[in-house]
């Protein structure tokens, strides 16, 4: 793999996803005629599954990989993996304090994994690149939820092989509830008033295929496509039913970081971020999410609305990657009921706030930062790529550390920790903005850029098994730009 990264055939393959779009006279590739044809169709709302209670008191929910195909495009079937379905999974429902476990049958005929992606659990449970389920084999995963309300989510982490599983489909959300959250009165009626949107960008080959390329390219901006997916479907509309609607976004992309807002530039509100509820609720009209992250925000629509939702291209979006434009349609005319109070003022109570004096070790992660800043050690971090036999940190299990990502190449990465929720302590020295004031699990980190993050390794010590730190853009870990801790007692 790292050989080819500049192989001319690469080089090729990489110049047709330039930043004017899709060109299809080397690929052949199926463009999305812009106009009519999109938000034509429904979002879809995947089902809930909310488990069985067996006879010790543990909730089992029973999860199958399996190939699929759907019509993303109306005349072609695109084949696909899915979990419990053709296309992504369903949204697994916990509260905090169930006792859990997954019982994961893989009936694909190649391995992978299913990881907990912001789940804070033991590390052999975490269903990282260590715990392959092979072909025909099961997995079944326990461990309690011990963290609050939150949008999580679950994906295949399969080494060298992530960014085409999650991009065929092997993906979904997880929802943790709780009572503090319960009692804040938020929108909450699942599919109606509380609606996931999970945002996936897709390139289509011309007989309907995905498109997918895994190298990093010269551009080494991961895969990005021109058809925007959300909750699988291509391009789609909603029927708002309620005044005031929650959304949980997800970027669920492999490479692109999408800037968001209303075709209107109307405010919403922001209430959560990656690890649940904000301190307090933050106005905005744009919001940024990067490959891994998660946000939940509150949006008021009247009957009259006819608004769309929309990806705008910012400087430092990657590698000067074009936003898509409006990407989704909300339909205002069904709205019924009266206007609820908005969110309360303050959400979430007891964030942790890590100071640097308190951590125990403090650790640098440079990512990036060979000479050459498009060298081979482009996507390294500490100079190393991800090798599985060996451990790069040993933390102290209870301890509070302090970890700086400092980023040396020419582009963002979205760094993730395994385990835990940190705090971004500061950005170049400077407290972030208030949508990054929660816990969190994944941050982009811009090029130049030096990011503090405070967390702690509460419980779970296993000197034998390791979790993962890793850039989110998903052909960047599959290419190596992986590392791995162990949490020692
Ligand atoms: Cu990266």
């Given at each position: 793999m790292k050989q080819n990264l500049y192989s001319r055939r690469n080089f090729l393959k990489t110049a047709t996803l330039g930043a004017s779009g899709i060109l299809l006279p080397l690929a052949g590739r199926l463009t999305w005629a812009a106009g009519e044809s999109r938000f034509t169709r429904a979002l879809d709302i995947p089902p809930l599954l909310e488990g069985e209670m067996d006879k010790d008191g543990v909730l089992n929910f029973d999860l199958?990989?399996?190939?699929?195909?759907?019509?993303?495009?109306?005349?072609?079937?695109?084949?696909?993996?899915?979990?419990?379905?053709?296309?992504?999974?369903?949204?697994?429902?916990?509260?905090?304090?169930?006792?859990?476990?997954?019982?994961?049958r893989n009936t694909l005929a190649e391995a992978s994994t299913l990881h907990w992606h912001g789940v804070h659990l033991p590390a052999r449970m975490d269903g990282g690149p260590h715990q392959v389920i092979a072909a025909g084999d099961s997995w079944h995963p326990e461990f309690q939820v011990r963290q609050p309300a939150s949008t999580l989510w679950y994906h295949s982490h399969m080494l060298h092989e992530t960014g085409r599983q999650v991009y065929s489909g092997l993906a979904g959300l997880i929802y943790v509830e709780d009572e503090h959250a319960d009692s804040l009165d938020l929108p909450s009626e699942y599919g109606v008033d509380d609606i996931p949107l999970v945002l996936q960008d897709r390139a289509f080959n011309a007989d309907g295929s995905f498109f997918y390329d895994s190298s990093p390219g010269p551009g080494m901006r991961g895969m990005m496509g021109d058809v925007m997916l959300i909750n699988g479907v291509a391009f789609p509309q909603l029927r708002v039913r309620h005044r005031r609607t929650r959304f949980r976004i997800l970027n669920g992309s492999n490479a692109r970081i999408y800037n968001l807002e209303f075709s209107d530039r109307r405010r919403f509100l922001q209430i959560a971020s990656d690890g649940g509820l904000l301190r307090r609720r933050v106005p905005l009209r744009r919001l940024r999410l990067a490959p891994g992250e998660r946000a939940e925000i509150v949006v008021v629509f009247d009957w009259d609305d006819d608004v769309y939702l929309r990806d705008v291209s910012v400087p430092g979006n990657g590698m000067g990657a074009g936003g898509l434009g409006d990407i989704m349609h909300f339909d205002g005319s069904g709205v019924a009921g009266a206007l609820v109070g908005p969110p309360p003022v303050k959400l979430a109570e007891n964030i942790p706030s890590w100071k640097p004096r308190d951590a125990a070790r403090r650790r640098r992660f440079v990512l990036g930062g060979g000479r050459r800043p498009m060298g081979p050690r482009a996507l390294t971090i500490n100079g190393k790529y991800m090798d599985m036999n060996r451990i790069d940190e040993t933390v102290r299990v209870g301890d509070i550390e302090a970890w700086e990502v400092i980023n040396r190449s020419p582009m963002a990465h979205p760094f993730h920790v395994h385990d835990v929720q940190f705090r971004v302590h500061a950005r170049n020295g400077v407290t972030p903005p208030p949508s990054e004031r929660?816990?969190?699990?994944?941050?982009?980190?811009?090029?130049?850029?030096?990011?503090?993050?405070?967390?702690?390794?509460?419980?779970?010590?296993?000197?034998?098994?390791?979790?993962?730190?890793?850039?989110?853009?998903?052909?960047?870990?599959?290419?190596?730009?992986?590392?791995?801790?162990?949490?020692?007692?």
């Amino acid at each position: 793999m790292k050989q080819n990264l500049y192989s001319r055939r690469n080089f090729l393959k990489t110049a047709t996803l330039g930043a004017s779009g899709i060109l299809l006279p080397l690929a052949g590739r199926l463009t999305w005629a812009a106009g009519e044809s999109r938000f034509t169709r429904a979002l879809d709302i995947p089902p809930l599954l909310e488990g069985e209670m067996d006879k010790d008191g543990v909730l089992n929910f029973d999860l199958l990989l399996r190939y699929g195909s759907r019509d993303f495009l109306e005349e072609r079937q695109t084949p696909t993996m899915g979990i419990n379905g053709d296309y992504l999974g369903p949204v697994i429902r916990l509260r905090t304090n169930d006792r859990v476990r997954m019982n994961v049958r893989n009936t694909l005929a190649e391995a992978s994994t299913l990881h907990w992606h912001g789940v804070h659990l033991p590390a052999r449970m975490d269903g990282g690149p260590h715990q392959v389920i092979a072909a025909g084999d099961s997995w079944h995963p326990e461990f309690q939820v011990r963290q609050p309300a939150s949008t999580l989510w679950y994906h295949s982490h399969m080494l060298h092989e992530t960014g085409r599983q999650v991009y065929s489909g092997l993906a979904g959300l997880i929802y943790v509830e709780d009572e503090h959250a319960d009692s804040l009165d938020l929108p909450s009626e699942y599919g109606v008033d509380d609606i996931p949107l999970v945002l996936q960008d897709r390139a289509f080959n011309a007989d309907g295929s995905f498109f997918y390329d895994s190298s990093p390219g010269p551009g080494m901006r991961g895969m990005m496509g021109d058809v925007m997916l959300i909750n699988g479907v291509a391009f789609p509309q909603l029927r708002v039913r309620h005044r005031r609607t929650r959304f949980r976004i997800l970027n669920g992309s492999n490479a692109r970081i999408y800037n968001l807002e209303f075709s209107d530039r109307r405010r919403f509100l922001q209430i959560a971020s990656d690890g649940g509820l904000l301190r307090r609720r933050v106005p905005l009209r744009r919001l940024r999410l990067a490959p891994g992250e998660r946000a939940e925000i509150v949006v008021v629509f009247d009957w009259d609305d006819d608004v769309y939702l929309r990806d705008v291209s910012v400087p430092g979006n990657g590698m000067g990657a074009g936003g898509l434009g409006d990407i989704m349609h909300f339909d205002g005319s069904g709205v019924a009921g009266a206007l609820v109070g908005p969110p309360p003022v303050k959400l979430a109570e007891n964030i942790p706030s890590w100071k640097p004096r308190d951590a125990a070790r403090r650790r640098r992660f440079v990512l990036g930062g060979g000479r050459r800043p498009m060298g081979p050690r482009a996507l390294t971090i500490n100079g190393k790529y991800m090798d599985m036999n060996r451990i790069d940190e040993t933390v102290r299990v209870g301890d509070i550390e302090a970890w700086e990502v400092i980023n040396r190449s020419p582009m963002a990465h979205p760094f993730h920790v395994h385990d835990v929720q940190f705090r971004v302590h500061a950005r170049n020295g400077v407290t972030p903005p208030p949508s990054e004031r929660s816990l969190k699990d994944t941050v982009l980190v811009q090029p130049g850029e030096s990011v503090l993050l405070m967390m702690q390794f509460r419980d779970y010590s296993d000197p034998d098994s390791p979790y993962m730190y890793h850039c989110h853009i998903l052909e960047h870990e599959d290419a190596g730009m992986m590392g791995q801790f162990v949490v020692t007692s």
